[in-house]
C-alpha cells in the first residue's frame, strides 16, 4: 500500500495517486481562472440585469467565457431584473470543511481522522438579481467528497473520470425526492448513510447541517459522503437511489438549493425548517 502523507489516505496502487493528484490539480487550475474572471465579474452582473435583451445576453456570455471550463452551466434565465438569474457548478478541491477543533470531545478518533481530510466539493455559483439588488455568490452546494471516498471511487470505477462519478452523483442528488430529508438514515451522521447513484457505483454519504462560516454562519446544508461502493459490491440492503421526486418536490427545489436562493432555520421544536426565496 502506498501512503500518501499529505492527504492522510492509504491507497492501492501509485497509479490511483498519481491520477488523484493530475486531477486535483487540474481543478485548482480551473478554479483558480474562474476565481479571477469571478472577481472581475460585477460591472457584467449588472449589464446581464438591467440592459436590453441583447445587452443581456451579450454580459452573460462574457461571464460564462470568464468563468471558465471548469464552471458547468446549471441553469440560466436572462429576463429582466429579478427574472436574470444564472447558475453554475464548480468542483472545488479544498482542505477539510469541518473545523475540527471545532468538534465535539466524544467524536471518536476514526470519524475525526475522516472529517480532517482534505476533499473535494461541489460548489454553486450564482449570477443574477435577488430582492432587487444585482448579486453574484459563490460557495458550497451539495457534495463534500473526502479523499478516501475519491480513491475508492478511482480503484474501482475502471475508466471513468472522477469528475464524471461526483457530477452524476450532484445530478442525481438534486433530483431525489425531498422527502428523503425526513430518513434518518440520510440525517443522522452515525448512520451508514443512504447510497446515491454515482457512475459505476454509488456514494454512501448523509446530510451535514451546520453553521456557513461563509455566510456569516447561517444555517447551511449538503452531503458528505463516506465512501464509494462499487455495484458489483453492494449488498442486497444497500438500496442505491435514483428515482426522481415531482418537480417542486425534490431536494433541489428545497433543501440544495444554491444558498442565495434557501434559508434555512431551527424551530424551538429543534426540527429544521427551508424557506425557499
Known sequence: MNHDIRLGVNYADASTRGRIRAWKAKLA?????????YEQSEPLVVDMIKSSRSGRERAFARIKQAFGPGAILESANLGRNEKSRAIWSILKPRGAVAVIDALPDDIPESTRGS???????????FVGCLGGM???????????????????AVEYSGLLQPETIIRDAHRNLLDLPMTLADDENFTNPKSNGVYIKAGAGCFAGHLVVAPDQSTGYDLSVHVRVKTWIDDNRLRDDQVVLCE????????GDSWLKPRPLVRIEQAASGHLQVYVR
Not at 29 to 37: D, E, K, L, P
Not at 244 to 251: A, D, P, T
Open 29 to 37: 487550475r480551473n478554479y483558480a481562472q474562474f476565481n479571477t474572471g
Open 115 to 125: 472529517m480532517a481530510q482534505d476533499c473535494v466539493t461541489v460548489n454553486y455559483i
Open 134 to 152: 444585482a448579486i453574484k455568490a459563490e460557495g458550497g452546494w451539495t457534495l463534500e467528497v473526502p479523499d478516501h471516498a475519491l480513491g475508492r
Open 244 to 251: 426522481k421526486g415531482e418537480s417542486g418536490k425534490r431536494l
